[in-house]
C-alpha cells in the first residue's frame, strides 16, 4: 500500500513560516533577553539599542579608528624633519572637517602639538 504525502507540503511551509517569524522578531529585539549576555554587549557610549543601532554605531567606530590613522599619518608628513615641529593645530592640515572630530559623537579630536599626539574623546573610543 502507498503512503500518500498531501498534507506533508503544507506542513512543512507553515513550520517554516514560523521559523522565519521568530527569526524576524529576534532580529527586531536583539536577540533573546538573557541568553546573549546582554550586560557584555552594552556599549559605553549607550548607542544602539537594537541589533541595527549596534551595527551603524560599529561601522561609525571604524570610521573614528580610519580618521585618526589619517589625521596621525598627515601629521607625521607635516612634521619639520630638522626642528621635529609638528603642526600647531589640525586645521593646519587641511584635511577638512570629516578630519576633526569624531564621527559618531562629533566631539573634536585633541590634538597636542607639543608630542604629536591625536585623540577621540568619545567614550569607548580611547583606545584608537
Known amino acids: 500500500m502507498k503512503r500518500t504525502q498531501a498534507g506533508r507540503g503544507m506542513i512543512e511551509m507553515v513550520v ?5 517569524l521568530v527569526g524576524v522578531i529576534v532580529y ?3 536577540g533573546f533577553p538573557g ?3 546582554k550586560a557584555a554587549d552594552k556599549r559605553k557610549d549607550g548607542v544602539g539599542e537594537t541589533v541595527v543601532g549596534r551595527s551603524l554605531a560599529a561601522g561609525k567606530d571604524t570610521k573614528c579608528q580610519s580618521n585618526l590613522k589619517q589625521v596621525r599619518m598627515a601629521i607625521q608628513i607635516g612634521t619639520d624633519p630638522v626642528e621635529e615641529v609638528a603642526p600647531s593645530s589640525l586645521k593646519d592640515l587641511k584635511l ?3 578630519y576633526e572630530a569624531c564621527p559618531l559623537g562629533k566631539e573634536p579630536y585633541v590634538y597636542d602639538p607639543a608630542t604629536g599626539q591625536v585623540k577621540c574623546v568619545h567614550p569607548g573610543h580611547e583606545n584608537y
Open 35 to 37: 541568553l546573549t549576555g
Open 28 to 30: 527586531v529585539n536583539g
Open 96 to 98: 577638512g572637517a570629516d
Open 16 to 20: 517554516v513560516a514560523a521559523v522565519v
